[in-house]
């Protein structure tokens, strides 16, 4: 019986919990979007919450830090770029598109590419398959922002 009223109470409060953290997940994500080159301690201070409570809801929300969160972010949005652009080759071309999607320059968007998915940016572009525009978007916000992913 103890048992029972305990799930009871879990399943009572649950949605109100849900309901917070996709708020905090949706601010997060906005917050990234808008600075995506933010440390940890600027999109806190954005948040109004101390660094260890932004990295501990987050591995909560993402499964994450802030930081990966971040790179991720980032390589998804490269990726969106890309896929959205003309098929010319070259580096010039990643240059300008490691730059659009929040890369500081061609050499941020080689490490990352190749720290994360094991590749550099021209073979993971080769192999990448965009998915279909209405499956799950990381890059919708709540708000509407001042920066767009088109270039």
């Not at 080159?37 to 109004?48: E, T, Y």
């Not at 080759?89 to 490490?111: C, E, M, P, T, V």
């Amino acid at each position: 019986m103890l048992l029972e009223q305990f799930t009871a109470d879990l399943v009572d409060r649950a949605p109100t919990r849900c309901s917070v953290d996709l708020q905090f997940s949706d601010r997060v994500l906005d917050a990234l979007a808008t600075a995506p080159l933010a440390n940890a301690s600027q999109v806190a201070d954005r948040l109004g919450m101390s660094v260890r409570q932004l990295h501990r809801r987050s591995q909560f929300s993402f499964g994450y830090g802030p930081g990966t969160l971040a790179r991720l972010l980032r390589l998804h949005r490269f990726l969106a770029l890309a896929s959205t652009t003309a098929a010319s080759s070259g580096g010039g071309r990643l240059a300008g598109l490691a730059i659009d999607a929040g890369y500081s320059d061609h050499a941020h968007l080689a490490g990352e590419c190749r720290a994360i998915s094991g590749h550099t940016p021209s073979v993971l572009l080769s192999t990448y398959v965009p998915t279909f525009p209405d499956m799950s978007d990381p890059f919708k916000t709540a708000e509407s922002l001042a920066v767009t992913m088109s270039g």
